[in-house]
């Protein structure tokens, strides 16, 4: 299981021949699990230990406050994966504008060769770092050749044709094409959140749902999907899941939302933390004309997911 370490480490905890992934990693999809995968493999043959640097939180978040960016991953979410993948040890740098501003240099000097003792550096294609991002694959490979750390750079990976990248996977989520995400991230795409009290609406009018404060995690295009829900309190793994994300127009709400009908799960889980994976896009969202209408078409949702997630590969039985 990887360690996580929000700092570097002190000169005696140095990793045994670190061999480094650097990247904002925000989705770990195909192309991050690439570089990761060459990391691991080789920290194993020089008998070296697999590290994973990362930036919390997101650098964008940082340097550009206003911006609407939409995280496909929590911290946690990020290092859970990467130690599926075998990583060790994951530095999670605290992203802040004094950090900004270090120099290429500096963090190259400083950072990766006095204070972990990086042998080799693994990146992708389009890595920037330094103050302003002045620094570049070209730069990093010059500074590595200066200070004895090889640089090896990923090239980009495509699947079905399309180049991986988190823009890319933004892009199908607020689509509604989450069956594209996941084929980019090599998973579904998963929001992770608390269960609070809600109003009460799916209780009463007969399809109970848990009401999730997902946090900064990037919403997909609003409507209802078929999905699988994991307990991380309990442990329960593959609930199937109708879920909404919108505003309930029909009663004339306007604060979004996401709630989930655990098909065949108690839904009473106040306080637990849920991971719901999307499956596939159902429907978008519509105003009904009273109450009997909107239950008459939920139930057409429900039967929609239950045919979607009892489907073969679904991994969900109905």
């Known amino acids: 299981m990887s360690v ?112 972990v003792g990086t042998r080799e550096v693994y990146v992708g294609k389009n890595f920037a770092f330094g103050k302003g991002r002045e620094g570049g694959v070209d730069d990093l490979r010059r500074l590595g050749a200066r200070f004895g750390m090889t640089v090896v750079v990923q090239e980009p990976v495509a699947v079905g044709g399309a180049l991986v990248s988190s823009s890319a996977i933004r892009q199908a989520l607020r689509e509604g094409r989450v069956d594209i995400a996941a084929s980019l991230l090599g998973r579904a795409y998963a929001i992770d959140g608390l269960v609070a009290h809600g109003e009460g609406r799916g209780q009463a009018l007969g399809y109970p749902t848990a009401n999730l404060e997902s946090g900064p995690q990037l919403l997909p295009k609003i409507g209802i999907y078929a999905a699988r829900t994991d307990d991380l309190t309990t442990g329960e793994r593959g609930m199937a899941t109708a879920v909404y994300i919108g505003s309930q127009p029909t009663f004339g709400a306007h604060r979004l939302q996401v709630e989930a009908h655990l098909l065949d799960a108690d839904v009473r889980r106040y306080g637990h933390r849920l991971r719901v994976g999307f499956v596939a896009w159902i429907r978008g969202e519509e105003r009904f004309p009273d109450s009997g209408a909107l239950v008459a078409q939920i139930a057409r949702d429900v039967q929609a997911a239950r045919t979607i997630l009892s489907a073969p590969g679904s991994g969900v039985t109905a």
């Open 4 to 115: 996580l370490r929000r700092q570097w480490p002190g000169p005696e905890e140095r990793p045994r021949v670190p061999i480094v992934a650097i990247g904002n990693f925000d989705g770990v999809h195909c192309g991050h699990q690439a570089i990761l995968a060459r990391v691991v493999a080789r920290a194993r043959e020089m008998g070296g230990t697999s590290v994973a640097v990362t930036f919390d939180p997101h650098p964008v978040t940082v340097l550009r406050p206003g911006a609407s960016l939409g995280l496909l991953t929590t911290l946690d979410q990020k290092v859970e994966l990467m130690a599926h993948l075998g990583v060790e040890l994951v530095y999670a740098l605290p992203f802040t504008a004094e950090f900004a501003r270090r120099s290429a240099e500096q963090f190259v000097r400083e950072d990766l060769i006095e204070q």
